[in-house]
């Protein structure tokens, strides 16, 4: 089991950067595959990015280019650099891992908020 604690989020304005953290407890790391999802008030919870353990990575079609999403197997760390930050990506920010070759098996963080307003 992981267990996994999102940091960082905060308010921003627009064009600014944030950096979101998110540090996971457990056994396996290493192994699972990483991503960041998030929800804002009203709407689905959307794709951010993925990253799996061999380091490829999948962006949600509304952050490439402004998004990276980066991990430290040695630190148990997971990682979203967030850059030219818009209003539209003001929402609860989810960290999340999942096993390579089962997806149902799944770990979730509590969230972090990130406001994007002038």
């Known amino acids: 089991q992981v267990q996994l604690v999102e940091s960082g989020g905060g308010l921003v304005q627009p064009g600014g950067s944030l950096r979101l953290s998110c540090a996971a407890s457990?056994?396996?790391?290493?192994?699972?595959?990483v991503g960041w999802s998030r929800q804002a008030p009203g709407n689905q919870r959307e794709l951010v990015a993925t990253?799996?353990?061999?380091?490829?990575?999948t962006y949600g079609d509304s952050v490439k280019g402004r998004f990276t999403i980066s991990r430290d197997n040695a630190k148990n760390m997971v990682y979203l650099q967030m850059n030219s930050l818009k209003p539209e990506d003001t929402a609860v920010y989810y960290c999340?891992?999942?096993?390579?070759?089962?997806?149902?098996?799944?770990?979730w963080g509590q969230g972090t908020q990130v406001t994007v307003s002038s």
């Open positions: 990253l799996t353990s061999g380091g490829t990575s």
């Open positions: 457990g056994s396996g790391f290493s192994i699972y595959a």
């Open positions: 999340y891992v999942y096993h390579p070759y089962d997806e149902s098996i799944n770990y």
